[in-house]
Each structure stands twice: as structure tokens, then as C-alpha cells.
């Protein structure tokens, strides 16, 4: 039903290994290079709340001792534990300054002198995560910003810190509203801001309460989309980074700086593979994620450093683009193919992704990733080899639970150009349902941002750095409907924008599934990903929450999200929900040529609940009838 989005900080990837410059070099001179997303390192994953000023510091030194500085990690983020919630007479936050000697200024201080930000850490409700899950120190209440939002951020740039992550543990058991509590942070950190002078970078982390990706946008550069990919005394697994890696895939709501937070890195974590920590790598990096690493830098092995420290996978996230890989391919289940458009003309990033537990050669097709029938040249990013060129696509041998990372240079196929008409492009035609790259092409004498709404969909902002008197060009992937009826409008306050192109990336494509009663779509609420929410009627407006995919007999939603017969039931008004896709034959459909769409289990109907028609209508199995509210037509 809707969608959104919101900024970071520019860091400039220099020195790209052999293989990848000649990439980066070509990119084209009308393209804007976006904000890319932060690199650097956090303290939690290793240290929990067990931190002071010795640590951080031996930490920071072995981020540029280690090389990883050079290679763009810039960040050391101070998590939960550096402060216990007392405050003076005046609410201002005080410190133990045995462990923090000269205060969180002294540490900052220190981390600008070695040339890194220094980031720092809150609880968005009163009492902070320390108080409700105490780890290594006993609990410790009040050590949250609530009250204190202004006074806080303000504090924390006046000592010169250059990050913050407001974490949600008081907020959530406070039953807070994750998105007006965001905004008033939000909106605390820039009055600040306006008195110091100083820029810090807010990072959203409400574990994906109340999808973030529909309003991060705006409110600040990144958000987190999930829970933590690791507790306190657990061990890395690979399991937990690919449900992380899935719950942040909102291509939509990612572009022009604003980006979905999977977490923290696992790399060099105890648990992980050195081959599993490179698959994490590569799914954070063609996600275009947040490169934070959690591992303790000071005894990382040496294989650990490499992976961290790839200047070509490096250059894969941060791309000046801004883009979010997406899901271009699945031909058996497990097999997965992910791709990313990179700045300049038909160049990707591919990852080919083996959930399964043996061996399989995959393949990655030209024609899904939106590139022309003509030849285009492979590079194994891992193993740093040349793959030679071919015409319609590639095919690798991916070892079971692992990933290759290639990177392709072909030609981008045939795009569209509209027109502006004002702040609204109209006609936008898509041959099939599915995702595409606009770019927009525009003048803008400052940076300035505005709201992108698509078809009625979740409105999403963007941001339009200044061009410096030429034009220039922004993209962002876009949902688009079957047809020629697709309208893009902006509101606010947009640049002179002159037309948009727009590129198809046809291995996206799915259906509407639009009811022969209602004419409204099938409809996952709100963007939501979690497992067991009821499809719903609405309003047509071809976002990725009404495009499905029908994949061996499965209708997909979202990349890993199927349509399916809640807890495999049989009976009339059985609901029909969302969930994992697992194979399992509750999730499997028939789309008869008569226009029903049939379960596997039951041979039910697919049913709008008592043949109503109003937006939220919610979608049930009942016993065939042909009645209208059983009829849809795929689009």
C-alpha cells in the first residue's frame, strides 16, 4: 500500500584495486555522487556495554594501524554501557570520568586527532537498554534522552561527536510511537545543529518497529530494518546474517543517501567462516548497507583484515549511485541472484547467493539485470579474476551455503524518457509489473530535498544535492504497474527538473492481482514484512507490496515473503497471510484460466472476505463459487 525514505555523509573511495577502476572511472559526468553509507567500527558485538576510554582507544588505533582507515572505515561508534544516567542539577548527562578520563570530550578529541568521526550512543525512552538488559554492568536507569532530546543532542555535538544511534529499548517498552519519536529526535538533532554548527549523523534503530523504511527518509540517513544480528554471549551465524540480510531488502526506500541498517557486521565475530564472513560482505555491500564492523580489530586475523579491507567490494557499497541491490532471480528455491546498478553506464554488481545445502551452478541473465543482449565482461570481485565476455549472461559453480560476487560491465538496455510537466511525469510506461531505475535529471542552486509519491504509493523523499549552476542526475528504483498510466509527482519543495529515464530491471517483474469485484489489489499492509500479515484489499497503486511473483507456484511478495494458507488450514474463512517462503503446499497457487487463484491444500478459493470491496478487506480461503470476489485478473 505505501513506501518512504531519508541522508548521510560523502566519503570519496580512492585507490580501486585493478578490475574495478576502469568502472569507476567511466562513470558519467551528469551524475551527482549521493552520500554513500557509513563505514567504520562499533563497539557492542565485541565489548557489550564492558567499555571506557582504553578500549575505544585500542580499537581506534588498530582501525588505522590495521589499514582499514585507508580503506574508508572512518566511524568508531560508541554503543550502550559508556554512560549510566546520571545527570547534574542542570540534566546535563555526566560521566565516570575513572573510565572516561576528561570526559566523552577527551575521547572525542582523541578520535579526530588519529582523522576518524567519533560516534556515540542513546535509548530514544527514558531508560535505556542498559536498564532492561544489563550486560556486564548492573542496571542502569534514566540512561535515556527522553525530556532530554534537545538538550542531549546538543551536548553530544558540543563534545564533538560526529554520530548518533538512538536505540529503542525504552521507547519500546514505554509504548512509544516509533515514527513521531524519530522525527522529534530528528527535528531536536537539527536545532541543535543550528546553534553549534555541527553536522551528526542520526542512526534510527528501532529493530524495524513500525517499518522504518516507509518514513526513515527524511528523518535520517539510516535506519535499522531488523533486530540485533547478534545478542549478548551468542556466537555469528550465517542464519542470522541472511534473516538480517532479507529483512532489509526495501529497494524503493533506499537511494540519494538515505539507507536501510541491517546491522552491525559479523566479520571476524567467533562463529563465523572465513567464507561466510565473505558472503556477509558481499550481501551488505550489493545492499549498499552501513559497513560498521563489530569484531575486535586489535587480535583480527589476517584473513579477517582482507575481507574487511576489499577495495573492489568496498567500492560495490559505497557506489556513488546510492542504489539498493535487488532480486533478479530464483530459478530453484535457495538459489538466489541479487542486483545492484552501479553509476555509470551498464555496469552491476551480482551476487549469487546459495542458501541450499549442496553445490549448484548458477546463473545470472544480462536481460533480468536490465542490460542489452550484447557481450559484457565478468570479474570475480573475491577471487579478483577475469571471467572473459559473453552475450546473455553467466553461469559459476557456487559451493553449498556460499556466494560469488561478481561485478559486469555490459550495456544498459533500451530506457524511456519523459518529460517534466512541472514536478509530475505522467505516461511513465513498464511492459510488465515491476521495478526500474529512474533518473531524474535537474538543476539545483543548493541541496535541497522533496517527496517522491509513485502511483499513490508510500510517499518517499529525496534528496537533491546542488549542481553547480549545470544539470545534473539523482536515481531512485521505482515501482511501476503494467501499462502506460504510471505518474510520478513531487511535492514540497523540488528542484527545476527537466525529464526522467527510466530503466526496467526485468527479473523484478511480478503481477497485480486486481479483484474482478473490488478492482482494488491484493495488498500486504503497510510495507510490512513480518511473518503473518493478512493479505488486504487496496487501492491499486503497484508497489512492491502489491507485485507478485509467480515463482513454482508460489506467488512472492517482497523477494522472501509467499502467500500462504495460515497454518496450512482447510476450512472457509481460513486466513490468507504472508510468510517466509518455504515450498510447503499451503503456499502453493493455482491461477486458472477462469480468473480464481486456488490453494494447493484446501483447493479453496483465494476470497475476498464477505464479497466486500472497501480498502482493508481482508483475504480468506472459501469454498469456489465464481463469484465476483473470487475473480482477479493479473495485471
Not at 245 to 265: C, E, I, K, R
Not at 329 to 358: F, H, I, M, P
Not at 596 to 610: E, F, M
Request: aromatic content about 8%; overall charge neutral; glycine content about 12%.
Amino acid at each position: 500500500m505505501k513506501l518512504r525514505l531519508g541522508l548521510s555523509a560523502l566519503v570519496l573511495i580512492a585507490g580501486l584495486v585493478p578490475g574495478f577502476e576502469a568502472a569507476a572511472a567511466s562513470t558519467t559526468a551528469a551524475e551527482v555522487a549521493v552520500p554513500p553509507p557509513a563505514m567504520g567500527w562499533a563497539s557492542w558485538n565485541t565489548f557489550a556495554a564492558k567499555i571506557d576510554y582504553a578500549t575505544i582507544k585500542a580499537q581506534a588505533d588498530a582501525l588505522v594501524s590495521s589499514g582499514l582507515k585507508d580503506a574508508g572505515y572512518s566511524y568508531v561508534n560508541i554503543d550502550e554501557g559508556w554512560w549510566q544516567g546520571t545527570r547534574d542539577s542542570g540534566g546535563n548527562i555526566t560521566v565516570d570520568t575513572a573510565e572516561w578520563p576528561g570526559g566523552m570530550q577527551a575521547i572525542a578529541d582523541y578520535l579526530h586527532g588519529k582523522g576518524l568521526k567519533a560516534g556515540i550512543y542513546t535509548d530514544a525512552g527514558r531508560d535505556g537498554c542498559g536498564y532492561y538488559y544489563p550486560t556486564g554492568r548492573p542496571a542502569a536507569p534514566g540512561s535515556g534522552s527522553e525530556g532530554h532530546y534537545l538538550q542531549d543532542m546538543l551536548q553530544f555535538q558540543r563534545w564533538g561527536f560526529d554520530f548518533v544511534k538512538v536505540d529503542w529499548c525504552g521507547g519500546d517498552a514505554e509504548g512509544l510511537d516509533p515514527k513521531s519519536t524519530y522525527q522529534a529526535i530528528s527535528d531536536a538533532n537539527r536545532a541543535a545543529t543550528a546553534q553549534t554548527g555541527r553536522t551528526l549523523t542520526l542512526s534510527i534503530c528501532d529493530w524495524g518497529k513500525k517499518n522504518p523504511w516507509n518514513w526513515g527518509a527524511g528523518t535520517a540517513p539510516m535506519w535499522r530494518t531488523s533486530t540485533d544480528i547478534i545478542f549478548y554471549g551468542q556466537t555469528a551465524t550465517l542464519g542470522q546474517v541472511l534473516t538480517n540480510f532479507d529483512q532489509a531488502q526495501h529497494p524503493v526506500s533506499q537511494h540519494t543517501g538515505y539507507v536501510n541498517d541491517p546491522d552491525m557486521l559479523t566479520v571476524g565475530m567467533p562463529g563465523l567462516t572465513d567464507a561466510q564472513a565473505r558472503t556477509e560482505m558481499s550481501l551488505w555491500a550489493v545492499s549498499g548497507a552501513p559497513l560498521l564492523a563489530g569484531n575486535n580489530l586489535a587480535t583480527m586475523s589476517a584473513a579477517t583484515k582482507s575481507v574487511l579491507a576489499n577495495r573492489e567490494v568496498i567500492a560495490v557499497d559505497q557506489d556513488p549511485r546510492g542504489l539498493q541491490g535487488v532480486k533478479v532471480a530464483e530459478d530453484a528455491a535457495g538459489l538466489q541472484v541479487y542486483s545492484k546498478v552501479l553509476s555509470g553506464s551498464g555496469k552491476r554488481a551480482v551476487v549469487l547467493l546459495n542458501r541450499t545445502s549442496s553445490a549448484a551452478t548458477m546463473s545470472v541473465r544480462w536481460a533480468d539485470l536490465g542490460l542489452s543482449p550484447a557481450s559484457a565482461t565478468v570479474r570475480n570481485v573475491w577471487a579478483a579474476t577475469n571471467a572473459g565476455a559473453s552475450a546473455t549472461g553467466y553461469s559459476v559453480n557456487v559451493p553449498a551455503g556460499d556466494s560469488v560476487l561478481l561485478t559486469v560491465q555490459g550495456a544498459d538496455a533500451a530506457s524511456a524518457s519523459y518529460p517534466a510537466t512541472g514536478s509530475r511525469f505522467t505516461g511513465v510506461t513498464a511492459a510488465a509489473t515491476g521495478l526500474a531505475v529512474a533518473t531524474f535529471s535537474y538543476n539545483a542552486t543548493a541541496t535541497q530535498t522533496a517527496t517522491l509519491a509513485v502511483n499513490g504509493q508510500q510517499p518517499t523523499v529525496l534528496a537533491f544535492p546542488a549542481t553547480g549552476g549545470s544539470a545534473k542526475t539523482i536515481s531512485a528504483v521505482v515501482s511501476l504497474g503494467k501499462g502506460n498510466t504510471n505518474t510520478l509527482t513531487f511535492s514540497g519543495t523540488p528542484p527545476q527538473l527537466s525529464d526522467v529515464s527510466v530503466l526496467p530491471l526485468p527479473g523484478s517483474n511480478g503481477v497485480q492481482l486486481a479483484g474482478g469485484q473490488s478492482g482494488r489489489c491484493a495488498d500486504v499492509d503497510d510495507n510490512g514484512i513480518a511473518n503473518g500479515i493478512q493479505a488486504e484489499l487496496w487501492d491499486c497503486a503497484a508497489g512492491p507490496n502489491q507485485t507478485w511473483a509467480p515463482v513454482r507456484g508460489q506467488l512472492v511478495v517482497n523477494g522472501t515473503k509467499c502467500l500462504d494458507a495460515y497454518d496450512s488450514g482447510t476450512a472457509n474463512g481460513t486466513a490468507v497471510v504472508v510468510w517466509d517462503c518455504n515450498g510447503q503446499r499451503n503456499q502453493q497457487w493455482t491461477l486458472t484460466a477462469n480468473g480464481t487463484i486456488t490453494n494447493a491444500v484446501s483447493g479453496r478459493c483465494l476470497d475476498a472476505s464477505g464479497a466486500a470491496t472497501a480498502n482493508g478487506t481482508k483475504l480468506i480461503l472459501w469454498t469456489c463459487s465464481g463469484g465476483a470476489n473470487q475473480q482477479w485478473t493479473r495485471r
